[in-house]
């Protein structure tokens, strides 16, 4: 199997962009970035569709946050925006988790938000979809807790597209076959608590299903 296929045991690292819907700027109440927000997850944060998530003790306010995830096909170091696109192998759904509370801390300390963002199974994702199956400019993804829809959106929302955020993050971050960008988060997030069943897709391509317990 490929590295891009099984991005999840083959991958070394995700690239995760904060910031990159207006509205989600503005729920949490946040400023625009005057360039692209990014943040590191490590691979040990991958959880594939059936898993579960247990609530970390650290945190009193977890919260869903759907996003599309972009599997790189190839290396990828210093591209620019109108050849991205060709280094791409397929896309994901993703969950990016996080601690809102200690992510809320690190923001006033000024300090990293790994501890938020970066735990074990903190970015349940679907399958592999092959590029030419979606469109990163136009991806509609949808989030439900308990059936319940809570994040409708849509990727034309993105103040990034997919080109630049890997132009900008490929200038001085080298991205390798296997390798995720996850490219932000529409708004609509919110917390989750145990018991909860989460189901995040993008509509008739993929999903994928995670318990919290």
């Known amino acids: 199997m490929s590295k ?40 040990t944060s991958y959880l594939e569709s059936g898993g579960s ?11 869903f946050e759907v996003e599309l995830g972009v599997v790189i096909g190839s290396k990828m170091t210093k591209i620019k925006a109108e050849d991205a696109l060709s280094h791409v192998a397929g896309y ?7 601690c809102r509370d200690l992510q809320e801390k690190a923001k006033e300390e000024r300090v990293p938000w790994t501890m ?6 903190f970015c349940p ?19 439900r807790v308990n ?6 959106g849509s990727t034309k929302d993105m103040i990034y597209n997919v080109p630049k955020l890997l132009e900008y993050i490929t200038s001085n971050i080298t991205l390798l076959p296997g390798d995720v960008v996850l490219t932000g988060t529409p708004d609509g997030v919110g917390p989750i608590v145990v018991g909860d069943e989460v189901q995040a897709e993008i509509p008739g391509i993929c999903e994928t299903k995670f318990t919290v317990v």
Do not use: W
């Open 4 to 43: 891009t296929v099984d991005f999840v045991r083959q991958g070394t690292k995700l690239v995760c962009v904060g910031r990159n819907y207006a509205k989600h700027i503005a729920e949490l109440g946040n400023v625009a970035p005057k360039e692209p927000m990014l943040f590191l997850k490590p691979t």
């Open 53 to 63: 998530v247990e609530y970390p003790s650290i945190t009193k306010n977890l919260h």
């Open 147 to 152: 059936g319940e829809v809570k994040q409708q």
């Open 92 to 98: 994901t759904v993703a969950v990016d988790l996080t």
């Open 125 to 143: 994702v679907g399958p592999f979809v092959p590029a030419n199956k979606i469109d990163p400019g136009n991806t509609d993804l949808v989030l």
């Open 116 to 121: 938020a963002k970066a735990l074990d199974k």
